[in-house]
Every structure is written in C-alpha cells, then in structure tokens.
C-alpha cells in the first residue's frame, strides 16, 4: 500500500472542481445536475420524514409553543449553511466536512471531523430506517410481520425487519453509482415536496384557531425549575434533530456538474425548502388539530400522522402516508449516499483501516460499492439493538446528531481562526464569481460557531427525559460521544498518523517543471 502527499502543482481540472488544492484525481462519475444536486441536500433533512418523526417529542414536552425553535434553529443552521457555502464555492469535494476541516485546520482535526460524522451517519441511517415502522402498518396492517404489535416486542423487532429491508435497498441502488441514486432521489424529492405543499394546503384549510396558541406555554413547563424555558430548551431538540445534513450536496460536488456554482446554491435551496414547507406543515398542524388536549399529539405512535388521519379524509391520508414512506425511502438513501462519500474521501486519504479497499472505485458504475456494503451491514446490526434496548438505541441516535453538530463546529471553528488571521476568504472567490460572504463573514461566522456550541450543549444535556432514567444514559452524551472519539484518536495515534496520505491509486499526477 503506498500513499503519497499531495503534490506542490497539479493539472487543471477539466470541470473546476476545486480538487486540485487537494492532489486528488477525477475518478468518480460527474453526472449529476442542479436539481439532483438540490434533492440530496433536501432529502436527507427531508421535511415529512423529521417533522412526522419529531413532532410529538417536541408537542408532548412544551406544546404548540415548541414551534418557536423551528425558526431558530433555522436562522442558526442558516449562519452554518452559509459558511458551508463559501467552503463549496472552492471545494465541492466528497466527504465535505472531513476535507473542509482538514483544509482549515490541521490533519488531526479533519480526521475527529471526519471520524464523528462518519460513525453519527452510521448510526443515522439506522434511525431513518426505523420510521418505516411509525408508516407502513398504518398503511396495511400486513406490514406488521412480527404478532399483532402488542407484544411485548412486536413493535420494536417489525421495526428492525422493515428498516433492515430498507436499508438493503438503499445498498443496491448505492452500489449501481450515482446515476440510478439520483434519478431514485430526484423522483421521491419531487414527490415529496409536492405531497408536503398540499399537506400543509390542505391543513391550512382544516384552521380551527387562530396564532394566539403559538404565544402561550398552555400549561407546559409549570413545576420545572427552568419552568416554561426548561421544557422549551429540551422540546427544541425536535427541531434540532430535522434540520442537519444540508452538506450533502457538496459531498457530492465531485459527481456534480459545475459543482463550485451549483453546491452553494443546492445547499441554500435545500435549507429555505424544508424551513419554509416543514414550518408551514407543523403551524397549520396546531392550529388544525382538533383537539390540543389529546394525549395522542405528544405519543410516539400518535404525533403529526395522527392529525394528518383525523383532519383529512381517509383514502386522501392513505395517500400522504405513502408520501411519508417515499419520503423515507429516499432519506434513507441520502444518508446511505453521503456516508459512503465520506469513507471513500476518507480512504483514499489512507486515514481509514483497509483504506486501499474501501476506497475501490467500481469500474463499471464508477461508485465505491464496498463502502456502500460496510455502512448498510453496520447500520442493520445496530438496528438490533432496538429489540432489546430501545432506549439505548434512542440515546444512540440522539448522540449521533451530537456528532454531526461537533463535526460542524470543527469545520465553522478553524474557519474562524481562518478569518482572523486574515486568511480567508479565498481572493479569487469573488473575483472570479463564486459565491462568497464578503464584509458580513466574520459576523456570520461567529454566529455559526456560538450557535453549533450552544446547540451542541443543549443536546448534549444530561436530561432523564431525553436519555432515559439509567446515569449511563443521562450522559451518554459525553460518555458515548467520549468513548467513540477516544477508540478513534486511539488509532490515529498508534497507525493513523504515520499511514495518512493520498493513495497513489487516487493522486493527480505532477505538472511537470516546464508546463508549471
């Protein structure tokens, strides 16, 4: 296995691709468009897949109130997404916020980047997977394989059948490249998007109160010690655990076409897509609820669905339930797509273990099929772990979205320093037309960085209500996340830091002395 540092010069890449300052070669398909590229940014937030998922964990701890934390949340995400927009502008690579936070950092740092995002996307397509399980026996009580769903564990093991089923899917279409994935998730984008309009059309006409709800704690919060701001900062989670994962159209900057102009724009698209549609559904899903009162609203097997089947006729909320499946369907395979982006940008780095063989282009489909085949495999067997441990599997999941947002912070926080240092942004940004903040970077920047911290930490607070009763679970958090970083930096130290370096069989080759 033989690795090399990126050369000082390399050939000008024939898409301006941005991967030149890396020393990468052009080995992966460029095939996909404006729209595709949109799609996989909005389908891994995927507006009917988070809302329905979260809605009665953020309704049953703070009520209508809760809503309140979609536009923060946004308007935070919004200060990261523009950060990551200037990072696309200049390099839509794969694996984005590893080779981001390489870049702007050091080697170390993009590696615990790249290392928490790739174990919390692991993780998160096993979540995904399971809200298969909240759907389908609605739809056909036929798709309830295991008893009737009131055993003890009929509920939780049909729920690892289907997602298990799902996740197979996502492995094959993922191993046939690029193409057949994005015109999979192109179609259930589209689909999609045009089922979350009517939703929340059809809901807005189904009003039975007026916005004075949303400006009242109703009761939430009373006997708290933080009373109604307590109850808030744990129902904002709800919101905090959708809108994530807008980076993936630049992880696939290096199969788009013109990727530093359309990546920037995707991502932006995606964020002001599933803030505005998913923030229309849930105020019309309050104010058309027939009843606030219901217990149902703030249970797991109630929630969003359950006013979607009360306040539409039937065969017609038969109908925005297969929607909802779609709309897992192709989560499912964003995540599953930018999880193995990340390993092969990862691998060809030589900074994962069997680095040459996971990092293997299929010549016929020019994807890396064996990564798609290790994240399925792992995501079905922690899939197992919610027949028995549905509340290790929660905590599991919740400190997955904990990663992601440190990974953030690890590229938004070296940016900074960047910017301080008068570093960055790149001249050429603007002078050539690439998308670029200007004069407001620093104060976006810095908003990006308080917000990834402070949202990190409220995630992270060891709250029985969130983690479960158990201390190990109350803080997972910094246990879990503790355990995983260490077992990581563990081998970075003893092989990673003496192996790390670009695969030959992915370095661009020198421009020779003449030609430079």
């Given at each position: 296995?033989?690795?090399t ?18 020393g990468y ?10 729209f ?16 329905f998922?979260m809605?009665?964990f ?7 109130g809760?809503?309140?934390?979609w ?27 590893y ?17 928490l995002?790739l174990?919390a ?8 997977a399971?809200?298969?399980q ?13 008893g ?6 009929d509920y ?6 289907l997602g298990?089923?799902l ?11 690029v193409?057949?994935?994005?015109r ?8 999609e998007?045009?089922?979350a309009v ?5 809901l ?8 004075s ?12 010690s ?31 076409v013109?990727?530093r102009?359309?990546?920037p724009?995707?991502?932006l ?21 027939p009843?606030?009162r ?11 669905q359950?006013?979607?089947?009360q ?25 599953h797509t930018?999880?193995?982006r ?5 691998a ?30 792992l995501?079905a067997?922690?899939?197992v772990?919610n027949i028995?441990?549905?509340?290790v599997?929660?905590?599991l ?21 960047k ?17 670029s903040?200007g ?20 995630l ?12 190990y679970?109350?803080w997972?958090?910094?246990l ?9 930096l563990?081998w ?5 830091q ?8 992915h ?5 020779p002395?003449?030609?430079?």
């Open positions: 296995m033989t690795t540092r990126p050369p000082a010069s390399t050939s000008s890449p024939a898409h301006d691709s941005g991967m030149a300052e890396f070669r052009e080995s992966l398909s460029r095939s996909i468009g404006k595709s590229s949109f799609a996989a940014g909005v389908s891994y937030i995927s507006i009917l897949t988070g809302t998922q809605f009665y953020g309704y049953g701890t703070a009520g209508p809760y809503l309140w934390s536009p923060l949340v946004f308007l935070g995400q919004l200060a990261v997404g523009l950060c990551f927009m200037e990072l696309s502008a200049k390099y839509p690579v794969a694996g984005s916020v080779n981001w936070s390489k870049k702007l950092g050091s080697r170390v740092v993009g590696w615990s980047a790249g290392w995002m174990t996307s692991i993780v998160t397509l096993s979540a995904v399971l809200a298969m909240l759907n389908l026996p609605k739809l056909w009580d036929g798709f309830q394989l295991v009737d769903g009131t055993g003890e564990h939780a093991t049909n729920a690892v059948i298990t089923v996740i197979v899917f996502t492995t094959v279409v993922n191993g046939f490249g193409k057949l994935m994005s999979i998730n192109s179609a259930g984008v589209f689909i998007l045009i089922a009517l939703i929340a059309i059809i807005g006409f189904h009003i039975t109160r007026g916005p709800v949303f400006f009242s704690s109703n009761g939430y919060g009373a006997g708290e933080g009373g109604y701001l307590s109850a808030f900062l744990v129902a904002s989670l709800a919101s905090g655990y959708v809108m994530y994962g807008f980076d993936t159209a630049s992880s696939l900057g290096e199969e788009t013109e990727p102009r359309t990546a724009k995707a991502i698209r995606a964020l002001l897509a599933s803030f505005v549609i998913g923030g229309a559904i849930l105020v019309f899903a309050v104010m058309a609820a009843n606030l219901d217990e149902q609203l703030g249970s797991a097997s109630g929630g969003l359950y006013i979607v089947e306040v539409m006729w039937g065969p017609l909320g038969k109908v925005f339930l297969v929607c909802i499946v779609i709309a897992v369907i192709v989560c499912s395979l964003a995540v930018a999880g193995i990340l390993t092969f940008a990862m060809r780095d030589n900074a994962l273990p069997f680095g040459e063989k996971l990092a293997r282009v299929s010549v016929k489909h020019r994807a890396p099929v064996i990564p798609a085949v290790m994240i399925g495999v995501s067997l922690i899939l772990i028995g441990q549905p509340q599997f929660t905590v999941t919740s400190i997955a979205v904990i990663m992601i947002y440190l990974a953030y912070l690890l590229v938004t926080g070296p940016m900074l320093v910017r301080f240092k008068g570093e960055w942004p790149p001249a050429d940004l603007a002078a050539d037309g690439y998308f903040m004069r407001w970077g620093m104060a976006v920047n810095i908003v990006a960085v308080v917000w990834g911290l402070g949202m990190a930490i409220n992270a607070w060891p709250r029985a209500a969130v983690y479960g009763g158990p201390w679970n109350t997972g958090a910094f879990y996340i503790g355990g995983i970083l260490a077992a990581g563990i970075y130290a003893v092989r990673g003496r192996v790390i370096g670009i695969l030959d069989s370095a661009a080759q020198p421009v002395a003449e030609a430079s």
